[in-house]
C-alpha cells in the first residue's frame, strides 16, 4: 500500500533541501570552491526523492491499482465548511492532499528521475560559476513546486504549484542577474504566465462554483455520472482552463517567453523549458479530460490551438541560428502536438508524447549545452562545425535525439507522435496536413542543427559573410537575444584563459555526458511501452491501458481509443516517416553535402523576404510591444495627463476658488461687515450717548424743566385718559 | 359776600401778586422781601382755614427763621454788588410754558363743585374735640368700643399736639433727627475752607472787582 | 340762605397759581439763591392745598403734614444755602449757569 508519509517526503525532500542550500547561499552568496555539501544535499534530496517516488509507484501498482490513492494531510482552507454547494456536496473547503493514480505516477517518475539526471547535469554544467549553491537552490525548490503540482490532489494544490514554478522560472532565467536581458527575460515570462494564470484562476472558480469542490475525484465523478447538466458551463471552464495552459505551456499567443527564456543556464532550459514546466499544461488538460471531453467545441480550440503553434514555431525554427533557440522553438512546436493530441481525445498519446519528448528533448538541451560549454560559450551554429570530431560522446547523443524527435521508427518519437498522427487523421483531414508540415519541417530544422554543429569543419576561426550578418542583432524585440551569450561559460573561458577563436573544442566531463548517454538510451527504448498494435503491441497499448482509469467513462459511456485498419494505420506510419525522411533529407542536401551552406545561402537569397519574416520570428514580439506595451505606456501617459492637467487643474481651481471666495471674499466680509458691525455698534453708541450726553447739560435748571414737563406731561395723560 | 370770601380775594391777590415779584425782581433782597410777605399771606391763609398753630409754625419758622437765613445769605454774598447781566436764565421760554402748563392743568382739574364742601362752615373741626374710647352697650346687647366726643372744644393747637405725639409720634421723632442732621449738615458744608481758592474758576467779570482780589488775598493770608 | 364762602377749589387754585408761579421761579432765575426762594415758595403752595383738605375734611393730618413739610423746609433751605455759601467760595458766584461742572 502507498504510504502516506513517503508520499508527504516525496516533495519535502527537495523543499529541505533547497531551505539548506538557500540558507546557505544567503550567507556566503559567492560559492567556496569546495561545493560538496551543496551537491549532497541538493543531489541527496532529489536522488531520496526520485526513489522514494519510484518506491510509491511500486507499492501502488502493486496495490492492485484498483483506484486512486488520495490522502490529506490537513483542512488547508477551512472557510466553507458547512456550505452546501450547488450540487448537494457540503463543503467548500480545500485540503492540502495528494492523489496517486497512473497519471499522477507517469509524471511522477518523470519529473523525479529527469530532475535528478539533470540536476547531476548540472554540477558539471555549473562547476566555475559563483552563485552555484543558490543555483541548487533555485532548482530543488523547483522540484518542491513541480511535484506539488503533478501530486496534488485538487486543483488549488495544483495551483499552488503551478505558481510555484512559475516563480522559479522567474528566478532561474534571470540566474544571471546582472545581465539586462537576462532580467527582462525572466519578468516576460513572469507576466506571460500570469496572464495564462488570470483565466486558470477564472476556470477553478468556475469549476468551485458549479462543482462547489476542486477535488479531482469529486468534480469528475459528478461530470462523468451527470454529463448532460454540465455540458453548457464545460465550455467556458475548458477554455478558461485552457487559458492558463497556453502561459504555462507557451502555446499561441502566450509562447513569446519560451525563447527569451534561453538567456537561463542551460540545464534550466533543459529540466524546466523542455521536460517538465511546459508540459504542465498538458497533465492538467490531461487531468481534466471529463470536462474536455463535455465540451467538443472547448477541445475544437485546444487542437486548432495546438496545430497552429506546432506549425507556426517550426517554421520559426528553420530559420534561427543560435542552437538553444531552434530548441526553444522545437519545444513550442512538440507543445503544439501534445495540445493537439489532447484536442482531438487522444489523451494518452499526450502524455505518452510529454514522456519521449522528455527523454529526447532534455537530452538535446543538455547537448546543446555540453557543444557550449565545449565550444567556450558560442552559440551561434554558423560558428559551430565538425564537432564530431571533438565531441564524439555528445555527437553520438544528440544524433539519436534528432532520430528520435523526426520520428523515425523505432525510436521513441516515432511512436508517440504516430499515435498523435493517427488520432487526428480520424478526426481532422487538416489538422493532420498541418501536424504533418510541423513534422517535415522538425525533422529539417533538427537534423539542419545537427549537420550544422557537428558535420563539416570548425567554422569558428572566421564569421561567414552573410550580408545580413548578425541578424539577431537585427531584430527589434523588447528583449534582444544575444547570440553570444556566454549562457554561463564566461568564467569557464577565462578559466580556460583565451579567447573563442583560438579555443579548440572539447569534450565535456563525465558528468554531462554520463546524463546525455542515460537520455539518449531512454529515447531509444523509451517508446515501446506504447507500441501499437501493428508491431506487435495491444490494442489498446500497454501506456493506454496504463492511464485508461484517468478517463473516466461520461455518462456510463466508456472511453472508448480509437482503432483504425490496419491498411489505414500502415499507411498513415508509411506517410510520418516519408515526411520524417523528407526534412532529412533536404537538410542533407542543404547543410550536410554542400559544407560550404552555397546552396543553402542561395535559396535564403532567393527568399529572402520569407527568410527574414522567419528569422525575425514573423515579428510577433515587436507587434506585441508596439500593441501591448506601447498600448499601456500611451495608456499610462494619458492618464498621467488626466491626473496632471485635470484633477491637478481641478484641485488648482479649488484652491484658487477658495482662495478668492474664502480669502478675499472673508476678508471682505471681514472688512465691511463684520468691521461694520462692530463699528456701527460703535458709532450707534456714539451717536446715542451724544444723544443722551445733550440731556446732561449740566444746567440744573434744564433738569428743572425737564422734570417738570415730564410730570405735566404724565399727569395730563394720566387725568384725561382715565375713562 | 362773606367776609371769608373778601378776605381771601384780597389775601389772595397779595399773595399771587407778590409771588410773581418774587421771582421777577433783579434784586435779591428785594425778592427776599416779597417771599416774606408771600409767607404772611399764606398764614393767614392758614388761619381762616382753621389751622391756626400751622399757621403760627408758619410764621415763626418761615418768616422768623428761613427768611432770616437767606436774608444773612443774601448780605452775606454781597448780592448788591454783582451785576448780573441777565435776569433770567436761558431757560426762561421753557419755564414760562411748562409754568403755563401747569397752571392750566391745575384749572382744568380743580372744579367747583367737585368737592362737595359742607353747607356750612359752622362744623368744627373734629379734631377740636376730645375723645374717649368707651364701652356702649348696643341695643341688642354686645358691647362695642366706641369713639366718645367728651364735648370739650380744644384749640387747634392741643388737637395738634395731641395728634402729633399720639398717632404720629415717629414721623416727630424722625423730623426732629431730620434737623439735627440737617444742621450738622449745614454747619460742616458751610465751614470756611482755609485752602487756597481757585483762581481760575473765577470769571472774568468778578476778577474786574477790586473787592475779588482783596478776598482773594486774606483767603490766602488766612 | 347759606353765605358764599371761598370754595376749597378756590383755595385749591390758588395753591396751583403759586406752585406754577415758584415752578417758573424755578427754572427761569439765574441766581441760586432766588431759585431757592421759589423752591420755598412752591413748598408754601402745597402747604395751602394741604390745610384746604385738612379743612374740607376735617381732619389732622394735613396740618401735621403741613408741618412736617415746614420742618423739612427749614433744614432744606439751610443746607441749601451753605452749599451755596461753599460754591461762591469756591467760584465767586451765585450765578446757576456755572454749576454745571458735571456736565457730560
Same mark, same amino acid.
Given at each position: 500500500?502507498?504510504? %502516506? ?22 550567507? &556566503? ?12 544535499? %541538493? ?96 532548482? &530543488? ?12 490532489? &485538487? ?69 462523468? %455520472? ?498 | ?37 408771600? @409767607? ?65 392743568? @391745575? ?64 414721623? @416727630? ?50 | ?104
Amino acid at each position: 500500500m502507498v504510504s %502516506a508519509t513517503i508520499l508527504l517526503l516525496i516533495p519535502l525532500l527537495p523543499a529541505l533541501g533547497a531551505l539548506i542550500n538557500g540558507v546557505r547561499a544567503a550567507a &556566503n552568496p559567492v560559492t567556496h570552491k569546495n561545493r560538496t555539501i551543496t551537491n549532497a544535499v %541538493a543531489l541527496g534530496s532529489t536522488g531520496l526523492s526520485a526513489l522514494l517516488a519510484a518506491w510509491t509507484v511500486i507499492t501502488y501498482v502493486g496495490g492492485g491499482m484498483s483506484s486512486a490513492y488520495q490522502h490529506a494531510y490537513y483542512t488547508w482552507i477551512p472557510a466553507g465548511l458547512g456550505h452546501v454547494g450547488a450540487n448537494g456536496i457540503a463543503s467548500f473547503a480545500v485540503d492540502f492532499a495528494f492523489r496517486i493514480d497512473t497519471l499522477s505516477c507517469t509524471m511522477l517518475l518523470i519529473v523525479t528521475w529527469i530532475g535528478f539526471l539533470i540536476h547531476v547535469y548540472a554540477t558539471g554544467y555549473m562547476a566555475h560559476e559563483e552563485g552555484y549553491t543558490r543555483f541548487f537552490t533555485y532548482l &530543488n525548490l523547483f522540484m518542491f513546486m513541480m511535484l506539488l503540482l503533478v501530486l496534488g490532489a &485538487n486543483y488549488m494544490v495544483m495551483f499552488v504549484g503551478w505558481e510555484g514554478v512559475g516563480l522559479c522560472s522567474y528566478l532561474l532565467i534571470g540566474f544571471y542577474y546582472d545581465k539586462n536581458f537576462a532580467a527582462d527575460a525572466g519578468k516576460k515570462a513572469f507576466v506571460a504566465n500570469r496572464i495564462g494564470d488570470f483565466g486558470f484562476v477564472l476556470g477553478i472558480f468556475l469549476i468551485f462554483n458549479t462543482f462547489g469542490t476542486a477535488d479531482y475525484g469529486k468534480v469528475f465523478a459528478l461530470a462523468s %455520472a451527470n454529463p448532460a447538466a454540465y455540458a453548457g458551463i464545460a465550455t467556458t471552464i475548458c477554455v478558461l482552463l485552457f487559458v492558463g495552459a497556453c502561459g504555462k505551456s507557451a502555446q499561441i499567443p502566450l509562447y513569446v517567453w519560451l525563447p527569451d527564456a534561453m538567456a537561463g543556464p542551460t540545464p534550466v532550459s533543459a529540466l524546466i523549458h523542455a521536460a517538465t514546466m511546459v508540459t504542465a499544461g498538458v497533465y492538467m488538460v490531461v487531468r481534466s479530460n471529463v470536462l474536455f471531453r463535455l465540451s467538443p467545441d472547448a477541445m475544437l480550440v485546444v487542437a486548432v490551438v495546438g496545430a497552429v503553434t506546432a506549425i507556426f514555431a517550426a517554421t520559426i525554427g528553420i530559420a534561427q541560428n543560435d542552437i538553444k533557440k531552434v530548441l526553444a522553438y522545437s519545444t513550442v512546436s512538440q507543445l503544439g502536438f501534445m495540445f493537439l493530441a489532447a484536442g482531438v481525445g487522444a489523451f494518452t498519446a499526450a502524455i505518452f508524447h510529454v514522456m519521449t519528448h522528455a527523454f529526447f528533448k532534455a537530452c538535446l538541451f543538455l547537448g546543446a549545452g555540453s557543444v557550449i560549454h565545449g565550444c567556450g560559450g558560442e552559440q551561434d551554429m554558423r560558428k559551430m562545425g565538425g564537432l564530431r570530431k571533438y565531441m564524439p560522446k555528445t555527437r553520438m547523443t544528440m544524433l539519436i535525439a534528432c532520430i528520435a524527435i523526426a520520428g523515425f521508427p523505432p525510436l521513441a518519437g516515432f511512436f508517440s507522435k504516430d499515435e498523435i498522427l493517427a488520432t487526428t487523421f480520424e478526426h481532422h483531414g487538416f489538422l493532420y496536413f498541418l501536424g504533418m508540415v510541423a513534422a517535415t519541417c522538425t525533422a529539417f530544422y533538427m537534423f539542419r542543427l545537427y549537420f550544422m554543429t557537428f558535420s563539416g569543419d570548425y567554422r569558428a576561426a572566421h564569421v561567414e559573410g552573410h550580408p545580413e550578418s548578425e541578424p539577431e542583432h537585427a531584430g527589434h524585440d523588447v528583449i534582444p537575444s544575444h547570440p553570444h551569450l556566454d549562457d554561463g561559460d564566461i568564467h569557464s573561458d577565462k578559466a580556460h584563459g583565451h579567447h573563442v577563436e583560438a579555443h579548440d573544442p572539447h569534450e565535456s566531463p563525465w558528468s554531462m555526458t554520463g546524463v546525455l548517454w542515460v537520455l539518449a538510451i531512454l529515447a531509444v527504448i523509451g517508446g515501446f511501452v506504447g507500441i501499437p498494435e501493428m508491431f506487435g503491441g495491444a490494442h489498446p497499448t500497454i501506456f493506454q491501458r496504463w492511464l485508461s482509469p484517468v478517463l473516466l467513462p461520461l455518462g456510463g459511456e466508456r472511453f472508448e481509443f480509437p482503432e483504425a485498419s490496419r491498411m489505414q494505420e500502415a499507411l498513415l506510419i508509411l506517410s510520418s516517416v516519408a515526411v520524417a525522411t523528407l526534412g532529412w533529407f533536404i537538410a542533407f542536401v542543404l547543410y550536410k553535402k554542400d559544407s560550404a551552406f552555397a546552396r543553402a545561402t542561395r535559396l535564403r537569397l532567393r527568399f529572402a523576404f520569407l527568410h527574414r519574416l522567419l528569422e525575425n520570428k514573423y515579428y510577433v514580439d515587436e507587434f506585441y510591444n508596439f500593441v501591448f506595451v506601447g498600448g499601456t505606456l500611451a495608456f499610462s501617459r494619458a492618464l498621467s495627463w488626466f491626473d496632471a492637467h485635470i484633477i491637478d487643474g481641478i484641485v488648482n481651481g479649488v484652491r484658487h476658488l477658495t482662495v478668492i471666495l474664502f480669502g478675499h471674499g472673508s476678508s471682505l466680509f471681514d472688512k465691511y461687515v463684520v468691521d461694520g458691525a462692530v463699528n456701527g455698534v460703535g458709532y450707534s453708541a456714539r451717536g446715542g450717548s451724544r444723544l443722551f450726553r445733550k440731556m446732561q447739560s449740566g444746567f440744573v435748571q434744564n433738569y428743572a424743566l425737564v422734570m417738570a414737563g415730564g410730570i405735566v406731561l404724565v399727569a395730563a395723560v394720566y387725568l384725561f385718559t382715565k375713562p | 359776600m362773606s367776609p371769608e370770601l373778601l378776605v381771601f380775594a384780597i389775601i389772595g391777590t397779595v399773595a399771587v401778586a407778590a409771588s410773581i415779584l418774587v421771582i421777577s425782581m433783579r434784586n435779591p433782597v428785594h425778592s427776599a422781601l416779597f417771599l416774606l410777605l408771600t @409767607f404772611l399771606c399764606v398764614a393767614v391763609l392758614f388761619v381762616m382755614k382753621g389751622a391756626e398753630f400751622v399757621g403760627a409754625v408758619q410764621v415763626l419758622v418761615y418768616a422768623g427763621g428761613i427768611m432770616v437765613l437767606f436774608l444773612f445769605v443774601v448780605m452775606l454774598i454781597n448780592v448788591h454788588h454783582l451785576p448780573d447781566e441777565k435776569v433770567l436764565s436761558n431757560f426762561w421760554k421753557g419755564g414760562f410754558a411748562v409754568g403755563l402748563a401747569v397752571f392750566i392743568l @391745575f384749572v382744568t382739574l380743580v372744579r367747583p363743585g367737585v368737592y362737595h364742601d359742607p353747607a356750612s362752615s359752622d362744623k368744627p373741626l373734629r379734631s377740636t374735640y376730645t375723645y374717649r374710647h368707651r364701652k356702649v352697650k348696643n341695643a341688642d346687647g354686645t358691647v362695642t368700643r366706641k369713639l366718645i366726643r367728651r364735648g370739650k372744644v380744644v384749640g387747634n393747637s392741643e388737637a395738634v399736639g395731641m395728634a402729633l405725639y399720639t398717632d404720629y409720634l415717629v414721623p @416727630f421723632e424722625v423730623a426732629s433727627l431730620f434737623l439735627l442732621v440737617a444742621m450738622i449738615g449745614a454747619i460742616v458744608i458751610g465751614k470756611r475752607e482755609l485752602s487756597a481758592i481757585e483762581e481760575e474758576n473765577i470769571p472774568a467779570y468778578m476778577l474786574e472787582r477790586s473787592e475779588t482780589e482783596h478776598e482773594v488775598k486774606e483767603a490766602m493770608s488766612a | 340762605m347759606p353765605e358764599a364762602i371761598p370754595s376749597t377749589a378756590a383755595y385749591l387754585m390758588l395753591s396751583g397759581t403759586l406752585f406754577a408761579i415758584g415752578l417758573v421761579g424755578v427754572i427761569i432765575r439765574r441766581n441760586m439763591i432766588t431759585v431757592l426762594m421759589a423752591v420755598e415758595l412752591m413748598m408754601n403752595a402745597v402747604n395751602i392745598n394741604l390745610v384746604a383738605f385738612s379743612h374740607r375734611f376735617a381732619s389732622l393730618e394735613g396740618q401735621v403734614f403741613t408741618i412736617f413739610i415746614i420742618t423739612v423746609a427749614a433744614g432744606e433751605a439751610a443746607v441749601g444755602l451753605a452749599i451755596i455759601i461753599q460754591l461762591y467760595r469756591l467760584k465767586s458766584t451765585i450765578n446757576v449757569d456755572e454749576a454745571r461742572s458735571m456736565n457730560g
